[in-house]
């Protein structure tokens, strides 16, 4: 199971830390991704972490905001989000990627999906 936390209601600028905790399951050989859905729109790729946590990829929409982490020990995928915008409204999930293209962004491509936390961000 994955769970994902740390959402909120924040201001335009502020920062959010969203956690993605697994239980049940070890994710630390797996990539992993953030993905969000925003209301009437369809699930959009955030961010994605390579298993060993080397090498990240990201949305055209978040990069140089948005760093994507991970502490294996702790089975652990986390996303700091600074610079928020009102348009990163959205529910944001957690997924475990089916393969190791750290450029696959395609939501198919990621089989183990965690409950959602809420990021609203105020203009």
């Known amino acids: 199971q994955l769970q994902a936390s740390g959402g909120g209601l924040v201001q335009a600028g502020a920062s959010l830390r969203l956690s993605c905790a697994a239980s049940g399951r070890t994710v630390s050989t797996y990539d992993m991704g953030w993905f969000r859905q925003a209301p009437g729109k369809e699930r959009e790729f955030v961010a994605r972490i390579n298993w060993g946590g080397g090498i990240a990829y990201y949305s055209d929409s978040v990069k140089e905001r948005f760093t994507i982490s991970r502490d294996n020990a702790k089975n652990t995928v986390y996303l700091q989000m600074n610079s928020l915008k009102p348009e990163d409204t959205a529910v944001y999930y957690c997924?475990?990627?089916?393969?190791?293209?750290?450029?696959?962004?395609?939501?198919?491509?990621?089989?183990?999906w965690g409950e959602g936390t809420l990021v609203t961000v105020s203009s």
């Open positions: 997924a475990r990627a089916k393969n190791y293209d750290y450029t696959d962004a395609d939501p198919i491509h990621y089989d183990y």
